[in-house]
Each structure stands twice: as C-alpha cells, then as structure tokens.
C-alpha cells in the first residue's frame, strides 16, 4: 500500500527482481515491444497515456532441478494507480487507488509463500503492471482493440481497465498450458455491493470446482462465494462492431460481465478460477486481521492448492 509516487510500474518491477534473486525464481520481463510484437492490444490500449514501464512480469518456481512446466499459474492486476482514465473518477472512488495492484500482491505472495514451504510442484506467476492514466493519449469508450488471442473487444468504459489488461496476461499464461490458473483482482465495485468486505467473489469455468473452491474459504476464514456464470449473460455483451464489449453500458452485475469477458481468454482446457477481491481494503480490517489492507486471497490459496486436494483432482480428469 505504498503511495503511488513510491510504488510506480517500475519501481515495484525492481522489488520483483530483488525477491527473485532472494527466492531463486526466474523472471522474464514483456515489455512494451515485447507485448506489441505478441498483439497484446487490450493492455497496451490501458497503458497508452502513460507507458510509465509498465508490462507484464512472469515469475516461475521450480522444486529441486526440474523445468517442468507450472501445474498452476498466478495472475494477479498490478494497477499501480488507476484515475478511471478519460471516465474520470470522483475524489472519494480515486483515494485509495494506489492499492488497485492489490491482486498482483496477492499472486507475488501466494508465490513466496509456496516457494518457502517448498511445496513439489512447479508454478509461475503473472503480473499485469501498470498505471490507468488520463492523457492525450488516453484510450477511450467506442476505441475498438484487439487482443493478444485475436479478440477484438469495443471499449465503453475507460475504467474498466483492469479486465483489459488480465485479458492480455490470462492469454498468456494460457499458452504456458498449466492445469489450473488462478486471477486474483481489485476488479469491481459491484462485487463490493454485492458481498460487503467481508467476502470474496469467485467464478470457475469448472462448476464441479465450486464445492472445492467456497470449503477452502471456510477452511482458511477468507470466505468466498459463488456467482453464477451461466452463457446466456454473455447476451449483455454483445458488440455489433467487435467480438465483444469490454463491459455493458450499464453496471448491472458486471462483476459476473467481468469473469464472463475474462473467461473468454482463458483456453477451454484449463481450469480457471477469477477471484474478485471485495475483502482486499476494509475499514478496522477483517478477521484477525486488523490492518485496513488485508492480504486476503494468501491463506485462502495455500489452503486451496496444498490442503483441498484440488491439484489431484485435476490431474485424474
């Protein structure tokens, strides 16, 4: 949670690269060229106003010597401070908007607490850094991009820019071909009204996995619950002038638009589940703990992928 004049794209890049040297982790950087030549359209539209080096970081553990590829993958929204873009936000909505990279510190911590306990299976991590900028250059609503997986997507909204960039890096981390991907967010004000702070909003592309993914949530006391992704909401995001609509023009469940729109970007194949973090800031804090910044999402993943059994699950399928 530090200000957004500390905590920059960069600057927190720089972090990345000391703990990888700590914890013996490879890292590979995509930065602007990089994503350019991948056609990662929909998160460099979001960085255009202001590149600030932003991009995406891809962290991998390995246990012992093996270079097996990641059982499961990590992607956290790393948005180092998000204005709301040309859809500029109030001042009480851009406040604490230095702690919209809450997801990616999630998915960095996930990561570091795996690698200490040294568990036995491989397991990267996807950081999607960047800043929400208003600018001359700023993307814009009826801007229409085009995704690295070939989706093109109809912007509407300048701040849903956090799906915009977890679409690129779920693509991504996709290609790597894990069993199991998990995307940890500050995504949506509706999950917010819909649950309070008190809980977190989860969707799977696995509904045989819902059991699986709320016991892990009672398990470890960061309580999740499950919305509904059924395909006829995709109905609500229907463009007549490209793939799909970045969100609808009005706000009506778009915490399920929003894990809709994602799952677009995640190969079939691949189990998936998009954790919307309402719990990630909440006034006295939540639980035992009592800081206003909660980490939630920590616990709650060790729990899910060392004592749920999930992992044997998907490898029996």
């Known amino acids: 949670?530090?200000?957004?004049?500390?905590?920059t794209p960069a600057s927190y890049r720089?972090?990345?690269?000391?703990l990888a040297r700590k914890l013996g982790w490879r890292m590979r950087f995509f930065g602007r060229a990089a994503l350019e030549r991948l056609g990662a359209?929909?998160?460099?539209?979001?960085?255009?106003a202001h590149d600030a080096q932003a991009g995406i970081v891809q962290l991998s553990y390995r246990p012992g010597r093996t270079r097996a590829a990641a059982r499961v993958a990590l992607v956290g929204k790393g948005v180092c401070f998000d204005t709301g873009g040309v859809n500029l936000k109030s001042h009480r909505s851009?406040?604490?908007?230095?702690?919209?990279?809450?997801?990616?510190?999630v998915a960095l911590a996930v990561l570091e607490a795996l690698t200490t306990l040294e568990v036995p299976f491989a397991v990267d991590a996807w950081l999607?850094?960047?800043?929400?900028?208003?600018g001359p250059r700023a993307y814009k609503p009826q801007d229409v991009v085009r995704a690295a997986n070939g989706t093109t997507i109809q912007v509407i909204h300048s701040d849903a820019e956090g799906r915009?960039?977890?679409?690129?890096?779920?693509?991504?981390?996709?290609?790597a071909r894990p069993q199991l991907i998990l995307d940890y967010a500050t995504l949506t004000s509706a999950c917010v009204g819909a649950l309070s702070e008190r809980y977190a909003g989860v969707f799977t592309n696995r509904p045989e996995l819902r059991a699986v993914l709320e016991n892990a949530g009672v398990a470890s006391g960061e309580r999740v619950w499950n919305f509904p992704m059924d395909a006829d909401f995709d109905s609500d995001l229907e463009s007549r002038v490209a793939d799909v609509m970045q969100c609808a023009p009005d706000s009506k469940g778009d915490h399920i638009l929003a894990a809709r729109f994602l799952q677009r970007f995640v190969p079939a194949d691949i189990a998936w589940a998009h954790i919307d973090l309402a719990p990630a800031q909440r006034s006295g804090g939540l639980g035992h703990v009592t800081t206003d910044i909660t980490g939630f999402g920590v616990r709650y993943s060790l729990n899910?992928?060392?004592?749920?059994?999930?992992l044997d699950r998907l490898a029996t399928r």
Do not use: K
């Open 94 to 105: 851009m406040l604490d908007m230095h702690t919209d990279m809450g997801g990616s510190a």
């Open 14 to 18: 720089s972090e990345v690269a000391r």
């Open 304 to 310: 899910l992928l060392i004592d749920s059994g999930i």
């Open 128 to 134: 999607a850094l960047a800043e929400n900028q208003i």
């Open 164 to 175: 915009m960039i977890l679409a690129d890096t779920l693509t991504l981390a996709g290609r």
């Open 1 to 7: 949670a530090l200000p957004g004049n500390f905590l």
């Open 41 to 48: 359209g929909a998160f460099l539209a979001v960085t255009q």
